[in-house]
């Protein structure tokens, strides 16, 4: 009995390891894909509504990306197009030096709509890009300090600050890929047998602590950990909520802050309003993000953008002036 227990259980470890290197192989593979490569052949876009795109060359086609990630209503929502026209006829432009009442409306709206468990403040700005690239220089002027933690499936921007390769002065890309699956797989194959639950119970409920394999950072140096919570190109990948939970608490234990990428990802193109929360532990008051950069999703494909900070940040930052 007992040898054909360890026999399942070989088995089983064998099954994980495949899945894991399977996993491994294919995210290397849509690492290796070209982002943003041109087509061939020109597409020229005349007019557009809902999922549709009607070409010169090509005629009706259905957009699969949402104009870049970025109209989450449908091309042309009748409601959008209203609200754009209305407010050209009442002020297209102001100097720097006049307030409108748009922006903290906007950000009250937003924390409402989304459920936020926590308040903040925004700055407005044109592309996610820039969102990111800000959010990231906030966090190293609140902290006074510039190196940066984030995954190596992480894309951020087209930023010259974002974009990978990444400067190693200033940024540190873990390599997660091999954290990706753990637990879940484990779960799943524990299921199956339900006499190899307790002697897999160990390997399943390992936590980033005690797996020593970011035991060598300095967490005290990090200005913030960058969060992006579904990546922007090949493969969907979303890591394990206790990798992020150890990641973001132990550079906030140390003076840091969470900056979450929300540029592809929010507006609801994960099921909820943003994909850190499909992250229990992140809706919480005393865990929520420092920092949150939002996209042109934001106007649905209009050209706004934005940075939401705690207003306790905001609030101690002015203090302190």
Same mark, same amino acid.
């Given at each position: ?122 700055? $407005? /700005?044109?592309?996610?890009?820039? @969102? ?7 966090? &190293?002027?609140? =902290? +006074? ?100 939970? $150890? /990641?973001?608490?132990?550079?906030? @234990? ?7 990428? &929300?540029?592809? =990802? +929010? ?55």
């Amino acid at each position: 009995m007992l040898i054909h227990a360890e026999i399942e259980l070989f088995q089983d470890l064998l099954y994980i390891e495949i899945v894991i290197k399977q996993v491994e192989i294919r995210i290397e593979e849509a690492w290796q894909m070209r982002l943003f490569v041109r087509p061939e052949w020109p597409i020229t876009a005349l007019w557009s509504r809902g999922t549709r795109v009607m070409t010169k060359e090509y005629g009706e086609l259905v957009d699969m990306e949402s104009g870049c990630w970025a109209a989450v209503l449908g091309h042309n929502h009748p409601d959008v197009v209203r609200v754009i026209h209305e407010q050209v006829d009442t002020l297209l432009h102001t100097h720097q030096f006049f307030q409108t009442e748009h922006p903290e409306k906007l950000v009250e709206e937003l924390t409402e709509a989304a459920n936020l468990p926590t308040k903040y403040s925004g700055s $407005f /700005l044109s592309s996610g890009s820039e @969102a990111v690239s800000l959010a990231v220089m906030l966090s &190293e002027l609140l =902290t +006074g300090r510039r190196k940066k933690l984030c995954m190596n499936i992480t894309y951020l921007g087209a930023c010259k600050d974002l974009r990978q390769p990444r400067d190693n002065m200033y940024w540190d890309d873990l390599d997660v890929t091999g954290c990706l699956g753990c637990g879940e797989l484990r779960t799943r194959v524990c299921n199956k047998r339900s006499d190899t639950n307790e002697i897999m119970k160990d390997t399943n409920e390992r936590n980033c602590a005690t797996c020593g394999r970011y035991n060598h950072l300095d967490f005290s140096q990090y200005a913030s950990f960058v969060f992006e919570p579904g990546n922007s190109g090949g493969l969907v990948l979303t890591p394990p909520e206790k990798l992020l939970k $150890f /990641l973001a608490g132990k550079v906030r @234990a140390t003076g840091g802050l969470l900056v979450v990428n &929300e540029v592809t =990802t +929010g507006f609801g193109r994960t099921g909820e309003w943003f994909g850190f929360q499909h992250y229990e532990f992140l809706n919480d008051e005393s865990n929520a993000p420092d920092l949150i950069a939002l996209g042109k999703g934001l106007g649905n494909g209009y050209p706004i953008s934005a940075v939401l900070a705690r207003e306790n940040l905001v609030m101690a930052e002015m203090t302190s002036m």
